[in-house]
């Protein structure tokens, strides 16, 4: 799958990704109107809303991007109508040849994290049967458990030729709480390394991709944030064969120029999501013209304008 | 939640939660078949088998105990179908008097760790209404991301009364890979602790926990595995308010000796999670006499017996 993301990204000449995190602020009244009329004020008809505005959103732009990334939370806020939408949104994202990473941020112990695994990126045996519980391409996986809650991803990657992002320097404010702190090593053990834990992360996540390789990038990448630009430079270099999902640009800071560090000579190894800058961009100044009727066009020019914006800093790049 | 689940552990006199995490060779095959009969061998057929095998476990077992602790990877495998049978699991629970504590290990940035949280311990808003999407009592939530993604659990911990569990130190084997890694301060910082970043994390939780206090403990209490005996003797003295949430006793090789420090004077502040050991008591030598038909009275037996196996340390205990 990662072969599919580099000749989706190489075809669209877009490193971007679209983060489909719908929240029902951001949909257009007529068409919560509709999703109301036929469900009412329910699960149901909030997670129709979902549906009918990701639609939209995706014929609008599919033919620009290489991916999407929805976000689970914003599905399972709405039970279980709400992960029914995420399946169709999943499903319906594939048949347009997009590449689906699912940010769903699991990570557990071994049995767990195999069981998490099968659910996003594998098939599950029921009786003769191979079945496909969610299916998507990629997962984004939490690493605060070590090894043994990765391993399990990394032998269905292997045997289904998915992908996963480990989650490695967040973009949100208190990122560095715990994923900063430097570390001398481990109880027990003498080390002076004196080395961020995030890069400590790193080093492991650099480990895991080469067991894990597709012909020139791994099937094991690296969430580096948008708003920590000096941290995803020396990131870069630590996993080399990692793509890294830049999440934060856009609505939470992050600018293209920062950006550049985060990819490698060839042009690739990076791919930078934008969520609300993107499906809700019609609210923005700029796209108000669009008017909420228009939202979908709208997302389909900031999606235009992101990919000039991602570029232009590429070429200029020294 | 928290008064509920103390009164409910004073009431069967059993710090004890069971871990409903049905994998399908646990459940018996006459319950399978049935399950297949009506539903083939589909996602539907194994969520069907699943919700069969819990309720009878339920049943079996509801009036001995606190608490169970469905691990929703379990369920996520048979995709909606069996997110479907983790929701009627909750329920029934709840309807037998139980507290119920949603295995999901969320965490994310702010908002969506927001979504996160009314996904499984609040209400969202649709239309004019407030809807319950999975209405667990607590859930174990990731701690990585740092307080802001902590934050937003605990707003709704305070609006529903409901409770979290942050994993501190988890029980697999590898969690020491980065959770015992020793840290002397952030990046930019000059602190020279050379703590262990579980350590740091507890004080985290501990900090938390003050913020969400019920009558006696906090809404906000830890993951600790029984497997690291002498870190549990540590943390409970780093949070001393929190109720620790204890993975890994039998399966995993944690004994009732090494509990006891996990607990308070009181007796309280501890609860111990027993998944398979329980839930397929048959396949174990000791219970086999049972059976696969009578599988849940074997549940039952090992209720029974890891009770008494707890508190008869708890009473040795100097």
Known sequence: MIQKLIENIKKTNAPIVVGLDPMLSYIPEQIQKTAFAEYGETLEGAAEAVWL???????????????????????????LPGLTAF??????????????????????????????????????????????????????????????????????????????????KTSNPSSGEFQDRLVTGAVGEHGTDGKPLYEVVGEKVAEWAASCMGDTYSYVGAVVGATYPEMGKVLRHVMPKSFILVPGYGAQGGK?????????????????????GIIAAYKQEKYAAFGAEHFAEASRAAVVDMIEDINRALEQRG
């Open 53 to 79: 505005y990701n639609k939209k959103l995706v014929d609008a732009i599919y033919d620009l991007i290489p991916a999407v990334k929805p976000q689970i939370a914003m599905y399972e806020q709405f039970g």
């Open 87 to 168: 399946k169709k949104t999943v499903d319906y994202c594939k048949e347009k040849g997009l590449v689906v990473i699912g940010d769903v941020k699991r990570g557990d112990i071994g049995s767990t994290s195999a069981a998490y695994a099968t659910a996003h990126l594998g098939r599950v045996a029921v009786g003769s049967q191979m079945l496909t519980p969610f299916g998507e391409d990629f997962a984004t996986v939490n690493p605060y458990l070590g090894t043994d809650g990765i391993k399990p991803f990394l032998d269905v990657c292997r045997e289904e030729k998915k992908g996963i992002f480990i989650l490695v």
């Open 256 to 276: 293209a120029e920062d950006l550049v560090h985060y990819f490698n000579e060839d042009g690739l190894g990076a791919i930078v999501n934008s969520s609300r």
